[in-house]
């Protein structure tokens, strides 16, 4: 039952433009939406997240971008740099303390 | 100075074994959680505790049976061992329970059962 989606297991851009990130959810319930991010050998770290009477939230070179209509979000990282490389888990919740989270896309930022 | 600590990192025991392995945050939450990362990468949680009261338990089997000693800490019991078990187990806290607030995960348990 895979309710948040990361269909992209991997993604690479070079050092200094825009890496994209693209999560989609299946459930309606789902209010509040994470990412995170996550290096080798190391537990998952929050990044940013987005709450849904919002459309948008930044935080430097993260921006996150909700489409509750097409159910789907994406994380803008602009300009890239070779210390993003990692893994990011898109995450959602519900009131009902249901986290979910995806599969998570691999990025590779080369120099 | 870990925030969210677990031991031990690695962990490789035959079938049909018990294992615990321990979970400690030192940032002061009430709400604790262990997540199993499967072979398809995908994070499920599997237990959440606050203050030492259980309040998510999802659907897993009961040789799995959390144990919380104090809010610090919520250590994972495994009876008879399964191939199946075989996964990264993530602890994780955060400051209260509900949906909308930020999890800190520990580094992971890399369980292989053979």
């Known amino acids: 039952d895979q309710q948040v989606k990361q269909n992209s297991p991997s993604l690479s851009v070079q050092e200094g433009r825009i890496s994209i990130l693209n999560c989609d959810y299946t459930n309606s319930m789902f209010d509040y939406f994470l990412w995170y991010k996550k290096y080798p050998a190391e537990g998952p770290t929050f990044l940013i997240s987005i709450s849904s009477i919002k459309d948008k939230n930044e935080d430097g070179r993260f921006t996150v971008f909700l489409n509750k209509s097409a159910k789907h979000l994406s994380l803008h990282i602009v300009p890239s740099q070779p210390g993003d490389s990692a893994v990011y888990f898109c995450a959602a919740s519900a009131s009902n303390n249901d986290m979910r989270f995806g599969a998570g896309t691999r990025l590779t930022v080369k120099p | 100075d870990t925030a969210v600590s677990q031991t031990p990192k690695y962990l490789v025991t035959q079938m049909g074994n018990d294992k615990s392995i321990k979970c400690e945050q030192n940032l002061g939450h009430d709400t604790m959680y262990w997540y199993k990362q499967d072979s398809k990468k995908f994070l499920k949680i599997m237990f959440s505790?606050?203050?030492?009261?259980?309040?998510i338990n999802e659907t897993v089997p009961n040789r799995f049976s959390p144990k919380s000693p104090d809010k610090a800490h919520l250590n994972l019991h495994i009876n008879s061992l399964e191939l199946g078990d075989s996964a990264v187990y993530f602890c994780?806290?955060?400051?209260?329970?509900?949906?909308?607030?930020?999890?800190?995960f520990g580094p992971g348990t890399r369980l292989t059962v053979l």
């Open positions: 994780a806290s955060s400051q209260v329970a509900g949906p909308y607030n930020e999890q800190f």
């Open positions: 505790y606050n203050n030492k009261e259980l309040i």
